[in-house]
């Protein structure tokens, strides 16, 4: 128990970090082109990775490499439009809600796909979030507020749970390392070509960028990831589902406190029903599982 509970507390910690990569990269971005921000931070992260895996290239087929590759992409899509929403949102809070909702998206993409319905959960939690989403663009005292960033944050989300289905289908044979170097690579490239295509680079780029820029890189990604396969190694599927749910509350929490971003009623209240949706979808099981026990 003692270590489950050590292991929980590492996870809480990783949300933390997963946050604060939101103002990383807010604050990278402002000295390097968003596309090309995204092309670097993941070529290096899968350089960082490659001596570690690269002896299990000749245990794995070629079709599976390119399948692994292919679903790669769908998370490099995903994360393009991630920091593309995120160079022109000025409400990081409310952007971490929307993309926290990709794990509700996943059953719902999976069910044309690959034929499997939801569970009776997922139909409770669905017209909660659905609200929250209308709380965050509706209420206020102009009426209908709707921002570009919010179609892309929530474009994002929508890659992502495409990239979790595909994930789960075709990559079960990679070896975990393996599957992420190559899938970090992939990110990486699309980064930088997308960058090459439509950006320009500053001629110069200040030591501050860089500063936020290997934050990003070396506790953003690395650590985090690190200490997010430590936590779930010793945790309950159930505990870690719940406590990455923590991510967007602290993303909030640094983006009011760092940008001073404003958190009006209407939108504080769809960030909760955002909340309330997920702890039902991906908590509800473990806690019915618990009053199960109690009576």
Same mark, same amino acid.
């Given at each position: ?17 997963? $946050?604060? #990569? +939101?103002?990383? =990269?807010?604050?990278? *971005?402002?000295? %390097? ?6 092309? /670097?931070? &993941? ?97 206020? $005292?102009? #009426? +209908?507020?709707? =921002?570009?960033?919010? *179609?892309?944050? %929530? ?6 749970? /495409?990239? &979790? ?103 504080? =209240? ?15 099981? &473990? ?9």
């Amino acid at each position: 128990m003692h270590q489950e509970r050590r292991a929980d507390f590492i996870l809480v910690l990783t949300t933390m970090l997963a $946050a604060a #990569g +939101w103002i990383f =990269s807010k604050e990278a *971005i402002h000295g %390097l082109p968003p596309f090309g921000f995204i092309g /670097l931070r &993941f070529v290096l992260a899968s350089i960082c990775l490659l001596p570690f895996c690269y002896r299990h290239f000749r245990q794995v087929d070629r079709t599976d490499v390119l399948k692994a590759m292919g679903v790669g992409s769908l998370l490099g899509s995903a994360l393009l439009l991630w920091i593309y929403a995120i160079s022109v949102s000025d409400t990081l809070g409310e952007g971490a809600f929307i993309m926290s909702l990709s794990m509700l998206f996943v059953p719902l993409v999976a069910w044309p796909l690959f034929k499997q319905s939801p569970p009776r959960l997922f139909w409770l939690s669905l017209p909660m979030a659905v609200a929250g989403l209308m709380m965050l663009s509706l209420g206020g $005292a102009n #009426g +209908w507020q709707q =921002s570009p960033s919010q *179609i892309w944050f %929530l474009g994002s989300a929508v890659m992502l749970a /495409l990239h &979790f289905n595909f994930n789960s289908k075709y990559a079960r044979r990679i070896p975990t390392l393996l599957l992420t170097c190559m899938q970090l690579s992939v990110i990486g490239v699309m980064g930088l070509v997308a960058s090459m295509l439509t950006e320009t680079w500053p001629e110069t780029v200040g030591s501050t960028t860089w500063i936020w820029f290997s934050l990003s890189v070396l506790i953003a990604t690395s650590l985090r990831y690190v200490m997010q396969t430590a936590g779930q190694k010793h945790s309950s599927p159930a505990n870690a589902a719940i406590i990455m749910i923590l991510e967007p509350v602290w993303t909030v929490v640094l983006s009011v406190i760092w940008y001073a971003e404003q958190m009006p009623m209407h939108k504080l =209240s769809g960030c909760m029903m955002i909340l309330m949706a997920l702890l039902i979808y991906r908590g509800g099981p &473990f806690l019915i599982r618990r009053l199960a026990k109690a009576y």
